[in-house]
């Protein structure tokens, strides 16, 4: 059964914690699919960022690391068929 994982990614304070959060991205980025940031303006404090993830162990990895992040919150959804 193929999995399709999409992560949520919000970011408080997006100066502060961008540079950490693109971290993350750039060591599991043969694990992103797509990805597609969310802003209610370029000046936006907050952000979102959607994720289509593979199905591996690193993805788990990298969400538990940026949940790990003050500021972040991370929420999944998974669908198979």
């Not at 940031?37 to 538990?64: K, V």
């Amino acid at each position: 059964m193929e999995k399709h994982i999409i992560v949520g990614v919000h970011i408080v304070d997006r100066e502060k914690h961008a540079v950490k959060v693109q971290e993350i991205f750039t060591e599991n980025g043969t694990q992103i699919k797509t990805r597609l940031g969310l802003h209610d303006d370029i000046c936006s404090s907050n952000g979102l960022i959607l994720l289509e993830m593979q199905d591996t162990n690193e993805t788990s990895q990298m969400i538990h690391k940026l949940g790990a992040i003050d500021g972040v919150d991370c929420k999944t959804m998974i669908f198979s068929h």
